[in-house]
């Protein structure tokens, strides 16, 4: 860890050498906890034969020590600021390249198969990059920082108050888990919120069903409403609706939460073939 960056005021030292302040514009907290470094970069369990994209890599703390675990890492970094200090800061590695462009842009098709994406993201685009992440088929593993809620999000269960869309589709694709909750003390600057650390193993044959994620997508769009009533709102037609839950043992009251993935994709099939 020679020369790494890992205490808010070394942090803050570069940042105003740069001229730079962190821009919430960008989400830009900066990991500077060495403890919470490492358990992100050890639960990615990395390999020389690894391909790692890591998304938004800032100051270069995280990225130095991927680029001393992995085969080959790509930053994909927005903010075209912290280009100069990533020269300064990691500059030198020779086995990583660093991409000024939005990441919801990026074409992952771009990487090799089985790469593993390893990011301390963004708050405002982790859901939609996750998923984008996933949908793509290229990617073995994820480990990323999310903010807590989010994290709690993406490996609910049914029945549990965090479950919604986002937990199916997440769950079509990965096993996902959380590995360690993460203070605000370990960012610069310090965000109102804890983060967490999760890792997401995805399924080699799972493939994107338009179809079943639209259904429940629609099943979540009204949390307080029943199933039905979601369904019946979004376009699908009522006696279609009835039909299919009534052939499915399921009561006409139920509503979204309680259904496992299974249950959905068993529901999909049903409403698809008419009940």
Do not use: W
Not at 64 to 88: N, S
Not at 142 to 161: C, F, I, N, S, W
Not at 222 to 247: C, I, P, Q
């Amino acid at each position: 860890m020679e020369g790494a960056l890992h205490a808010p005021k070394t942090v803050r030292a570069l940042l105003e050498r740069h001229g730079l302040r962190a821009d919430k514009t960008f989400g830009q907290n900066f990991l500077v906890d060495l403890h919470a470094l490492m358990a992100v970069v050890n639960a990615a369990e990395l390999t020389p034969t690894d391909t790692v994209l890591e998304v938004g890599p800032g100051l270069g703390v995280l990225t130095r020590e991927l680029t001393e675990r992995a085969g080959k890492v790509v930053g994909v970094e927005l903010d075209r600021r912290m280009l100069e200090v990533l020269a300064e800061t990691v500059g030198t590695a020779p086995n990583l390249e660093i991409r000024h462009g939005d990441a919801m842009q990026f074409d992952f098709g771009q990487l090799p198969p089985k790469s593993v994406m390893v990011a301390n993201l963004p708050y405002n685009i982790a859901t939609g990059l996750i998923v984008r992440a996933l949908e793509s088929g290229i990617f073995d593993r994820l480990v990323v920082m999310v903010q807590k809620e989010v994290a709690e999000r993406l490996v609910a269960t049914a029945g549990t108050d965090p479950y919604g869309a986002v937990s199916l589709i997440v769950r079509h694709f990965a096993s996902a888990t959380i590995k360690r909750h993460v203070p605000p003390t370990c960012f610069y600057p310090t965000p109102e919120v804890t983060s967490s650390i999760v890792r997401l193993d995805v399924r080699s044959d799972a493939r994107p069903q338009p179809e079943l994620f639209a259904l429940v997508r629609d099943a979540f769009r009204h949390r307080r409403k029943t199933l039905a009533r979601n369904l019946h709102m979004a376009g699908y037609e009522r006696e279609r609706v009835s039909k299919a839950l009534e052939a499915e043992g399921l009561d006409p009251r139920i509503r979204g939460e309680a259904l496992s993935l299974e249950a959905f994709t068993s529901l999909q099939q049903r409403l698809q073939a008419g009940a």
